[in-house]
């Protein structure tokens, strides 16, 4: 589904991601963790296709094609989603019409039809009802005003909504209650299939304990120092990444 | 004496010529007023940069005698059609009998030519003592236009519509004159729309009066062509209890100056200047206003709102002014502006002269780009970056497009918003 070889990518002319090899099969979940400023987000974002990061060395391929070369918007409609660390405000945008804009550029792009504003409404009732989220914010404008944990739960509908092939999570549980957290698993967890992969970013282990990954790696200064499975995720709790990365 | 635009030469030497012409020709205290007009004109010529509220408008490009040189000007946006339930139109600044639809003007509102009021040798009075050379230019030729009268407590339901159209062939200028009278208890919506093709000057200088507790929701939506030049003027005297409101919808002409002045009479009066300007290519557009509250407890505010692509450029110019004795005034003014390329750009001047002490007043000016987080956030949900950067153009327009209180004429400017987009 996804390889990454040898990925080196610089902000403003720093290397952050420095000699990336990760290879994520369909099916599986992959979980990431390390120390703060390691470059896990700048991983995201550069598997999302954001500006302003520039791969020096490296591939990545994703579904037999040359990632680096699409557009962010070609990844999304291609099954790629990242969850936001820190999802944007957007003013003046209401959530309910961003939602189905999104949902029907993708299926556009899938060759599928669109759906009209009865048949969005229902499915994400739908989607809103299974995950246990309130419906209230698809009326407010995009995250605006939105707490840190209805910013967290809106990315967790989104992504129940869009039906990615791969998901990318960043730090989607951070700073939730264990209520929350329960949610954002239980969004993955929904999602999970043969076909699909995830790759979980994390601070803390007990995201994992909801979503029980088939690998661990940790990543730090730009590199993945180590790799296992899930024990490896218990091993960093109890000892701390500098340890681990010394190791 | 210094030496005159060419431009300006070229009105004065015409001027005799036309005077045989002009509506008005055979009443002598009309002669005279446009002589006075003319007079006044030539001491001043057309405002330059050196004249402090033109300082961010150049407008040499008219007055060496630019104006009909580039003929192939098409207008901003394809020629729409607003379904008013009554409407008046000019073609190339004169009445159009034919064109208009006026046989079901209700009750209580009158509505005729000016050039048919001045050949009945109507009287008058003009007032334009600040010498502005516009107005004093517009006095001397003007040549047709509007006179529209509500009387007293008459509700007038529906939109009226007033259409200038111009086609390009008239190469004078179009001198439109247009006074408007609401009498006590008055009310009114009216849009008045500029549309046009090819390169032309249209100077329309509108006179407004708001009687006691009448309400004046003036709608205006300015589609020249983008080799035309539009220099408008209107001047608003709101009495005792009455509502203002100017909503001015912007996408045309080469260089556009709209400017709006109020002059507040009268306690629980309400002076409201709103609007949206989408400029692209190489257009100016100048929004200027000054507010003076002369008396106390009245209210105004300004929402003015730009998008400016390419090289386009905006202006924004918002004066209050607060006489000595006008306590518990409330003067509020913003204007944004969205630059969509390196190259586009605003000059904003908010101004508050305040003599009174019991007052509330507020002014802000912002300028930005497209914020590069949401565009990404959009994108990364599969929104196409073009989309996007729509979508974000619309929800920056959003908060002053909603704000318009008639649905008709919001629908109509959100399609014609939405039409703007279209062309990006
Ligand atoms: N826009 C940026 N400009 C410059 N440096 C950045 C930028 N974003 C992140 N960095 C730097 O890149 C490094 C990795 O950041 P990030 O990927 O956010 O780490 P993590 O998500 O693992 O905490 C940090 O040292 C951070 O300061
Ligand atoms: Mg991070």
Redesign the pocket.
Known sequence: MLEIKDLRAE??G?E?LKGINLTINPGEIHAVM?P????????SYVLSGRQ?YEVTAGSVTYQGQNLLDMDPDVRACSGIFLAF?YPVEIPGVASATFLKTALNAQRKFRGEEELDAIQFLKLVREKTKELGIKDDMLKRAVNVGFSGGEKKRNEVLQMALLEPQLMLLDETDSGLDIDALKVAADGVNRLRSPERSALIITHYQRLLDYIVPDFVHV?ADGKIVKSGDKSLALELEEKGYAEISAA | MKSLSALAQSYIERFDTALETLPGQSSRSITDLRKAGLEKFSQQDFPNKRVEEWRYTNLSALTKGAANEDSSGAPALAASSFDADFEIVFIDGIFSENESRLDKLPQGLSLSSLATELGNGAVFSLNDEEDRSLIALNTAFMQDGFCLHVTENTQISGVLGITFKSTGTETHGLHIRNRISLDDGASLTMLERHEGKGSYFSNPVTDISIGNNARLDHYKFQNESVSAFHLALTDVEILQGGIYKNFSFSVGAKISRNELKTVILGSDAESHLDGAYLMRGEQHCDTTTLTEHKVPQNISNQTYKGVLDDRAHGVFQGKIHIAPNAQQVAGDQLSKALLLSDYAGVDCKPELEIYADDVKCSHGATSGELDDDALFYLQARGISESNARKILIEAFLGDVLTSIDNDVVREYFNTQSALWLQNS
């Not at chain 1, 703060?36 to 991983?43: E, F, Q, R, V």
């Open positions: 902000i403003g720093k952050i390390g703060n400023g390691a470059g896990k987000s700048t991983l302003g660390q990543l």
